[in-house]
């Protein structure tokens, strides 16, 4: 578990990625082939050029080669392989070249729309890149002319990827390793962003046009029954409605294959936030505004006593509750406001609407957009 964290403001600790992890490994496996050092820490290029120092806690000898380890060290960000032991098992080849393979606990990619070929081990462009060239400049220090065999597992990979959206990714077996600046930063949640982006493409490429991008499990919940829509439509976004709208914008604008309509579905406070214009719906930066909700109740006819218990209430669902009592429709409203938000950046051609549950889960708002254009092209 996390620790409880301090009163005391403090400045937030960085971490490295998992790529990042693999790198140092195969930086102290190499050293090893080429020189038999076995050094307590190695150092790491990002590819930003900064140079970091790694711990390595083993050293073994393989079939043909030397297995290496660390430990993933997030630093404060909330990430589900913080404190993970992430290995290679390196091994040299007379064939040039490095190629990569999926050991224990690291998953493999059974569904287009990745940026990983279907059956590809689960290790990502940039890992890729940083292992290649870190290798590369052994074989040019020590004249090496043949190649690299690169296995990259996680201890208990298997169980941490059932944290994370991996599987409903089509990516089996274990985790990602992942990273595009080597760096994680603190509450950036970058890999969970980057879940969601791969989440939409998954869904795209497999010919899903209705996807529903949802903040929890009972949001979820409640959608997926709704529409009956099979997982793969479903976008596990917690607070990051930003990364989703900004994702729709950006592959909505492309010919193919379409995205025809985004359901957003969440807890009626979580949905108030999106509605007062917030992109990111966690706590630590944005917050309820119960004078708004009370603001928009009046428009919708409320007396000034109902208004001033709202702007007192405890929380936003005992708003609601006060506006429901007298027959405001505050939910859809709210829903109303945070789709106009979310429209700025949706496509014309899709589909946009915005629902609201309560804690029990059913429904108690929504907003439906009908298409306000029609694609280009012949797609219809």
């Not at 090496?144 to 089509?170: C, W």
């Not at 969440?266 to 309820?288: E, H, P, V």
Request: with cysteine; net charge negative.
């Amino acid at each position: 578990m996390w620790p409880e964290s301090t009163e005391s403001p403090a400045p937030l600790r960085s971490g490295l990625t998992t790529g990042t992890c693999a790198t140092a490994c195969c930086v102290a496996a190499a050293q090893v082939l080429f020189t038999q050092k076995q050094d307590d820490t190695v150092s790491v290029t990002l590819p930003k050029g900064k140079v970091v120092d790694l711990p390595i806690i083993e050293y073994s000898i393989i079939l043909n080669g030397i297995r290496t380890a660390t430990i993933k060290d997030a630093g404060d960000d909330p990430d589900a392989t913080h404190g993970a032991t992430l290995f290679v098992e390196l091994r040299l080849t007379s064939e040039k070249g490095v190629r990569f393979h999926a050991a224990q606990g690291v998953g493999v990619v059974t569904r287009t729309g990745l940026l990983l070929d279907v059956g590809e081990p689960a290790i990502n462009p940039v890992p890729r890149k940083m292992m290649t060239e870190h290798l590369e400049g052994f074989a040019k220090t020590y004249d090496y002319y043949g190649g690299f065999e690169v296995s990259v597992g996680v201890i208990n990979g298997e169980q941490i990827a059932l944290k994370t959206m991996n599987p409903r990714l089509g990516i089996l077996g274990g985790l990602s390793i992942l990273g595009t600046t080597g760096i994680v930063r603190p509450f950036s949640c970058a890999a969970y962003i980057a879940s969601i982006h791969q989440g939409i493409d998954v869904a795209r490429a497999n010919g899903i046009t209705h996807i529903a991008a949802t903040t929890g499990n009972s949001s979820e919940d409640a959608i997926k029954k709704h529409y009956e829509l099979d997982d793969i439509a479903l976008i596990e976004m917690g607070d990051f409605v930003g990364a989703v709208l900004k994702h729709v914008k950006k592959v909505g604008q492309t010919d193919s294959p379409k995205l025809m309509k985004l359901s957003i579905c969440g807890g009626f406070g979580k949905i108030s936030k999106l509605s007062q214009g917030n992109m990111d719906l966690n706590s630590r930066a944005s917050s309820i505004d119960l004078n708004a909700l009370a603001k928009l109740a009046g428009l919708l006819g409320a007396n000034d006593e109902l208004q001033d218990e709202m702007t007192n209430a405890n929380t936003s669902v005992e708003a609601l509750s006060f506006a429901q009592q007298q027959n405001i429709e505050l939910a859809d409203a709210v829903c109303q406001q945070a789709l106009n938000f979310a429209r700025q950046y949706i496509p014309n051609h899709i589909e946009l609407e915005v629902w609201a549950i309560d804690r029990k889960g059913s429904f108690v708002g929504k907003a439906l957009d009908k298409v306000l254009s029609k694609p280009k092209g012949n797609d219809l």
